[in-house]
């Protein structure tokens, strides 16, 4: 039985390995040169930075037991640093006391090390899908065929799976579920001393939804470094602006913030098109099967986060093993 899960983000992977364990042989396909997706951090001169997901949070049992595996790899740590809530002007301790894990070195490596034993098709972007006697073909953007495959799971954004399903499919997902997002990276010439690893922005005036020190997480260079994520209105408004407008937003926004003058050695920045899940879609749970043998997954059917994106990952799995007729492990509820 052939599997093709496009999309190597954590839904993609956890979804390719829980198959691949239950004996299906697997194709992770991905159009980036490595796997992560909306967890995948850019390395810098000063080490991983976390551009994207900033840290993960393990409710549900079945992904607990994951996380602790990771742990227990050493891909994953807890993370212990101060967390701060700005609101009403004013930046004041959290009395959040939520658990909170990050990948180490970096966010995705617990994806790279999951996926070292995958069949992974890298830099290879699906253009389209062609239905063929109960089976799927890929098409990838190069020209290049894959395929027969008898379930092919799909892990995108919602935009990126409308453009790839047939015109023989009829059904389409609502594009603006996941909102873009701005991500400012700040290195600094001196350190500003501040406590906060993390900060909420609660503050309705503020153009940003999170700031974090990224020295404040294991296994991150100590040179201090401040990641700033804007608010999906901001970002949107600001969607086409250059490097120069970002580098000014971030110092005077970051500055103003934590109540001093900075020095910026560099500014580093990344635009996500499709970011997080608007709060009104945080209760929708799309149906896996879109066709026979054709499947979504991916955080925005389950709720967003990285924890649902793992879970809607297994869900799929799981139904396809269920579909096959073989013996599953409990479900996910
Ligand atoms: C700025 C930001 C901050 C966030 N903060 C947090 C946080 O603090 N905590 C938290 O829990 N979550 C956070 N999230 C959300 C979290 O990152 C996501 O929920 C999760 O990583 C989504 O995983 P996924 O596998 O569903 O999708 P993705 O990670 O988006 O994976 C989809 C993959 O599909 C690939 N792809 C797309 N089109 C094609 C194609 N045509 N062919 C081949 N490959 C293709 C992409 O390259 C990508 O690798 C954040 C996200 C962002 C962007």
Not at 205 to 210: A, G, I, K
Request: glycine share 8%.
């Amino acid at each position: 039985m052939k599997v093709a899960v496009i999309g190597a983000g954590i839904a993609g992977i956890s979804c390719a390995s829980k198959l691949q364990q239950a004996g299906y042989q697997v194709v992770l396909f991905d159009k980036a040169r490595s796997v992560g997706g909306r967890m995948t951090s850019k390395r810098s001169t000063q080490g991983y930075m976390d551009f994207g997901a900033q840290y993960f949070t393990a409710r549900h049992p079945l992904f607990q037991q994951q996380v602790a595996s990771w742990q227990q790899h050493g891909v994953v740590s807890r993370w212990l640093a101060p967390l701060y809530q700005y609101e009403q002007a004013r930046l004041l301790a959290s009395p959040d006391a939520q658990q909170r894990y990050v990948g180490i070195p970096a966010m995705h490596s617990p994806l790279k090390w999951q996926a070292r034993q995958l069949d992974c098709q890298l830099s290879c972007r699906i253009t389209a899908l062609k239905a063929k006697e109960n089976t799927w073909q890929l098409i990838a953007e190069s020209g290049e065929q894959f395929g027969p495959f008898d379930e092919v799971v799909l892990t995108l954004p919602p935009a990126q799976v409308n453009s790839l399903l047939p015109q023989t499919v009829t059904q389409r997902f609502p594009e603006t579920i996941l909102q873009p997002c701005w991500a400012v990276t700040l290195v600094l010439a001196k350190g500003t001393a501040h406590a906060a690893g993390g900060i909420f922005i609660k503050d309705a005036e503020s153009p940003l939804s999170w700031v974090s020190r990224h020295n404040s997480k294991p296994g991150r260079a100590q040179t201090e470094s401040w990641l700033l994520h804007f608010k999906p209105a901001f970002s949107a408004l600001h969607l086409q602006q250059d490097q120069a407008f970002w580098q000014q937003t971030a110092e005077q926004t970051l500055s103003a913030l934590l109540g001093q003058p900075l020095a910026v050695a560099e500014m580093i920045s990344h635009r996500w098109l499709y970011a997080q899940i608007q709060t009104q879609h945080q209760d929708f749970h799309y149906e896996g099967v879109i066709a026979a043998g054709l499947w979504v997954a991916g955080d925005w059917t389950r709720g967003g986060r990285v924890e649902n994106a793992w879970l809607s990952g297994i869900e799929i799995a799981q139904q396809i093993i269920v579909k096959q007729g073989a013996s599953v492990c409990p479900s996910i509820g």
